[in-house]
């Protein structure tokens, strides 16, 4: 049982190159999140998901977008990378809005 | 706006008692939820709060007052391995989840 697995975990992008970041989890959670840490800052929701086939905006969606094709997997694109989306990027699923959340590791991404 | 306060780092010693507060204002709430987050690693699952008063699991306990906006989270007979951010996040109205910046918990010998 993974839980809750991200790849890549570390990627240095030039300003302009864009890039997939993969989440997959095993619980058969409904609800997938993806969010960005940053030094001082809270988790910040980029985009989420209610079930397959579903996305909708969170309070920073600006140059991200998502998929979900399949239950268990939450893509998040990267248009054309700037140096301000240089972050930690954290997925998430949980299965209702009141129960918790489950992370996985996070990816660590450089635009330089 | 929403907003949710902590403070940024605390400082505690091995066996003693630690309290962490959060003081939010969001639009509605649904429960007030507490992770932990070791350097480097991702935020793990705590406690969940939505009706006021505490709840205690073993070493840890969260307390919720929604009159006033405020929880706390109880560390007793800390350890080394506590030494953690503790993240302070609430469930507003659109059942999204607002987070705090964290509370950075030093522990010393």
């Known amino acids: 049982n993974a839980g809750v697995t991200q790849t890549p975990k570390f990627r240095v992008l030039k300003t302009g190159q864009s890039m997939t970041l993969l989440c997959a989890q095993d619980?058969?959670?409904?609800?997938m999140y993806w969010y960005r840490q940053d030094p001082g800052m809270g988790l910040r929701l980029i985009h989420y998901?209610?079930?397959?086939?579903?996305?909708a905006k969170g309070e920073v969606p600006d140059g991200y977008n998502v998929s979900r094709l399949k239950k268990q997997n939450f893509l998040l694109g990267l248009e054309s990378a700037a140096p301000s989306q240089t972050s930690v990027y954290f997925c998430?699923?949980?299965?209702?809005?009141?129960?918790?959340?489950?992370f996985g590791p996070g990816t660590r991404l450089l635009v330089l | 706006g929403q907003n949710i306060d902590q403070p940024t780092e605390m400082t505690a010693t091995e066996g003693a008692i630690v309290q962490i507060n959060c003081t939010y204002q969001t639009s509605g709430f649904n429960g007030l939820f507490w992770y932990q987050q070791h350097a480097g690693e991702a935020p793990t699952f705590l406690s969940y709060?939505?009706l006021d008063g505490l709840e205690e699991k073993g070493r840890f306990s969260s307390f919720l007052s929604r009159s006033k906006g405020y929880s706390y989270l109880l560390l007793k007979e800390l350890q080394m391995k506590d030494s953690a951010s503790y993240l302070c996040a609430v469930l507003d109205s659109n059942y999204q989840l607002i987070w705090g910046a964290g509370t950075k918990l030093i522990i010393k010998p």
């Open positions: 619980m058969n959670h409904e609800y």
């Open positions: 998430a699923s949980g299965g209702q809005e009141r129960e918790a959340q489950y």
């Open positions: 709060n939505v």
């Open positions: 998901s209610v079930g397959e086939g579903t996305t």
